[in-house]
């Protein structure tokens, strides 16, 4: 049974009161969102200009910087992997904090799920918290705790467990921990809600069947929650590729993922070509993430 | 702005002065007509692949006063006539008349109509009270008036005590009540519900089913319900139209259609019904003698023209199928036997036909019982053969 | 044979520990972020008493409010705007379930699906390439662009949880369209509505990266000048100011559960 359409009023054509309604969200999410994707597709196959900006001139050079570096003299191209692995330490990196933080989520929500009410709301108020913390004060924190000076370095070399401090900060390590601080509520929360859904009944059943309690939640309680698990991979590894801060602030500054890279195109380096041409290369991977595991939780979904 | 041009106001006019309010006397409208469509039509998705006729030329006029239901399976087009009337679906072609006006092009808030919605559609965030005083405040009444209906209603549907409570407070029975109150609150000329009973199980719908007749009795508002509970059907409503498939197959008083079904559709859907295929083998004075295959002649009367030869059907409630036995006439085979409690019915084998006779009380206070294997003769009360052409 | 004993079928042994470890991880640094914000010394390291020197600090810096009033200022707007928007677009987008109604649900949580950072300097080249010079203004529009998706999802679910039936009871009582509008579906939106309005402020205030691109020389917002802070090196200010918007975000995390929790009991 359809329901009755919900009109601001009887005079107004339907037509006309949907697109009065839903065009001002669509107009300005195309004119400010996509309409500059659209921009920087073009800018990634022109040149750039001597002072930032572009030229208008076809190329498809941004590219080809990603693995050749064109002498300057003869103009001809030697591979170079400097920036293919800064690419590939974005995408590892994103997958260990993807990872990493599934295997902290996934038992962490269970427990939160089969809590009593009363305490539940606790432990999800307490996952909330950070979640809804902004994230430059939380990179910032986790900087605070892992310096050379910091309370950890501190703390181990007054006991003289240690004689310098240990390297826990300005390196690969200490993004990767970022990268887990940032995005780990991320993960906890929709997990939670998937294992608020799960029917016990299953598990009690896999028991009933001589199932042992790991059988039990790998073979049952895990592909079950497949869904949920997909989605909160998602929301851990697409921020986690393009991430600019924790690599930024925790990284030292040292250009170490492709959001630092493409920050710096149109910072210092004004090379808005090559800062599109990463742009669409990051944007491509997402988007390919996404759908494919989309289409995984749909095809699940179905089954 | 149809409603300013055409109809200064539609709303239920204080002449229509029907007073809902128990022990007084209603004003009737004698013999005039409730409601009326003429060769209505109903195209879903009309001129796309998608394409579905709800409705196929219905003509139907509901009296004022009456309490009259829409019946048919699910599917078949009474939800989709109800919601034309109640203006929440816009009718393909034809016209809709309520109290003889023209009402095809009027929204919902302009028609004199007001609807029990299936799942009640009860307004969360209201109590009662306020859910019962909606209609009338939308209608500009003063609060003077509104808060005397509103106690009234309250009364009424004996809901006083839950004024002030939210309708999701409430059990299935309890917000069945407040939606009737609700609906009945602006005194409207036409009341449609809309299979009011199915969410409530089956004691209280029993209990609702008086209610809602004698509410129907003290208003004197014409009711029109739609169902497809047959037996709610014939145990509350003055007529049934019986709809099929988008097309009104019957309409009658609940003796009618289940005395006298005008075809298969009908005979099966109400009640139970044998329905077994013979030729015509003559026909004398209104009465036919009918030829069944592998079972031998039969004579029922017939209200139209029927010819020699031509194939019919054969409707008997299985109450009046008579078997007995040593009687020298046994030619059915008794396959199976189903205790009921109040009956028990035996499925036969015929020939070719597959067969089902009830007998109240069967076996016991003399009636004879058979069990599976027996041979008996199968006989028809008087007059319980319809003759069916389609 | 094991031990057989009756157990609460659900547990599993462990999963206890690693969540009190989860949330100690989550906590740890910003509580100790948060005390050493007391710290008397000058020293981000060493304890040398407790005060509150770096918060009178903070509050007498004149940068720093102007930064906190532009983020606020740019949230409430932002958050208005994409609420009110994403309102219309919700009603719009339920109504229509079929035809089209796909190809409008995608671009609205286009948003959400494209990385930060190119968001950031996709919107940094288009106001170039547009001409409309960076400042208050285009941190503004950015931010309406990515709240609009964060409002919309809540006022939508919220709506098709609506029971559709409810403005066509409101009609055959005689409302009109606009009456059954304000009469019954704006106030069953009202908890969709707060819901989406809170997380659309909150991620406006979060927001970094994007705001750092699009805000040109003059403008700028609490995050970005924390960030300008930090460049100089760890102080306890920065420690001061990043308690006080901690303890804004739990404050508003405290709002939202307690308003939750009021609209479940409705």
Known sequence: MSARPLALSSRIPARVAHAGLLWPSLGVILAFMVAPIAIMLTYSFLVPGAYGGVEWTFSTAAYEQILFERDFLDDSLTFTPDYLIIVARSLLQATVATLLCLVISVPTAYYIATRPDRVKNIWLFLITIPYWVNLLIRTIALLFVLRDDGPINSALIDVGVIGQPLALSYNGFAISLGLIYSFLPFMVLPLYSAFERFDFRLLEAAYDLYASRRVAFFRIVLPVMRPGLIAGSLLVFIPSVGSYLAPDILGGGKTLMIGNLIGTQFQAARNWPFGAALSMILLTITLIVLFWLARRAAQQQMN | MQRAIKHPDPRPRAESNIVPMAGSDPVRHPNSVAAEVRNLRKTYNAGTPHAHEALKDVDLSIRANEFFTLLGPSGCGKTTLLRILGGFEMLTSGTCRIFGEDVSRLPPEARPVNTVFQQYALFPHMTVRRNIAFGLEMLGKPRAEVESTVERMLDLVHMTDYADRRPDTMSGGQRQRVALARALAPQPKLLLLDEPLSALDLKLRQKMRLELKSLQRETGITFIFVTHDQEEALAMSDRVAVISNGHLQQVGTPEDIYEQPQSRFVADFIGESNLIEAKVAGVTGGEASLDIEGFGKVHAPVAERVEDGQKVWLSIRPERLVLGSGDGQERAKVTDRTYLGNAVEYHLHVGEHALTARSPRGGLRGRQDFAPGDVVSVGFEPGSIKVLLS | ?266
Request: a positive charge; aromatic letters at 10%; charged letters at 10%.
């Open chain 3, 1 to 266: 044979m094991s031990t057989a004993r009756l157990r609460d079928l659900r547990v599993f042994p462990g999963f206890g520990l690693l969540s009190v470890g989860c949330v100690v991880f989550l906590y740890a640094p910003i509580v100790v972020l948060a005390i050493y914000s007391f710290n008397d010394g000058r020293s981000v390291t060493r304890w040398a008493g407790f005060s509150f020197r770096w918060y009178q600090t903070v509050f007498a810096n004149q940068n720093i409010q102007t930064a906190a009033i532009n983020s606020v200022v740019i949230a409430v707007i932002a958050a208005t705007v994409a609420t009110v928007f994403a309102l219309g677009a919700a009603i719009a987008t339920v109504n229509r379930k079929k035809g089209g109604g796909e190809g409008a649900y995608v671009v609205l949580t286009f948003p959400l699906m494209v990385p930060e950072i190119v968001t950031a300097v996709a919107s940094l080249v288009f106001f170039v390439a547009v001409g409309i010079s960076l400042g208050f203004a285009t941190i503004l529009i950015a931010h309406i662009v990515f709240c609009i998706p964060f409002a919309y999802l809540p006022i939508k679910a919220r709506l098709e949880s609506m029971d559709g039936t409810l403005p066509s009871a409101a009609a055959d009582l005689y409302a009109s369209p606009a009456k059954a509008f304000l009469r019954i579906t704006l106030p069953l939106l009202v908890p969709g509505l707060v819901s989406g309005w809170l997380l659309a402020f909150i991620i406006s205030l979060d927001d970094f990266i994007i705001t750092a691109l699009v805000a040109g020389p003059g403008a700028t917002t609490l995050p970005l000048h924390i960030y300008g802070m930090l460049r100089l090196g760890m102080t306890p200010e920065v420690n001061a100011i990043s308690t006080l918007m901690l303890a804004a975000s739990t404050v508003l995390v405290l709002i939202s559960g307690l308003l939750g929790q009021a609209g479940r009991k409705h």
